[in-house]
């Protein structure tokens, strides 16, 4: 019976979300935190889904991002596609990924998820901003990551 109600769900699934959010959804890149990262934070959707986002930056490029989410699985999708995204990406282009450029990545979202590629594109640039503001000042991350 489980193996039924799986299938079924699945098929549902492909009926309203493309191979690639499906994919990102199931098997998400880039989960946890990075100790001692370089760039956080973390924001609320619409929804109530929380989602952060931690970035290590080298010669200002992004070397590593991740994500940790409590939400669905379209949260999911897109926490993980926008970390892939960011990485390798320099600061300046990693600050024009946003709403569209996510969904573009998944093959889209249903209408009524379209929030969470929102939540996500908000978040990296929350994250690219606390980078740039820890590193004018190199002593606060220090001090941060020791506390």
Not at 37 to 52: E, I, K, M
Not at 84 to 97: G, N, P
């Amino acid at each position: 019976m489980e193996d039924h109600a799986e299938k079924e769900f699945i098929t549902e699934m492909q009926r309203e979300y493309s191979e690639t959010a499906i994919d990102h959804a199931r098997n998400p890149r880039n989960v946890g935190n990075i100790p001692k990262c370089d760039g956080f934070a973390q924001g609320t959707g619409v929804c109530g889904d929380t989602l952060g986002i931690w970035l290590r930056v080298k010669n200002d490029r992004i070397a590593l991002a991740s994500f940790w989410t409590d939400g669905c699985g379209a949260s999911i999708a897109c926490g993980s596609i926008t970390t892939v995204l960011a990485k390798d990406r320099t600061i300046e282009e990693a600050k024009k990924i946003d709403r569209d450029t996510i969904l573009e990545a998944l093959g889209g979202l249903p209408d009524d998820h379209v929030h969470c590629a929102e939540l996500a594109a908000e978040t990296l640039s929350s994250a690219v901003k606390d980078y740039q503001e820890l590193a004018k000042f190199p002593w606060k991350k220090d001090y941060m990551n020791n506390k």
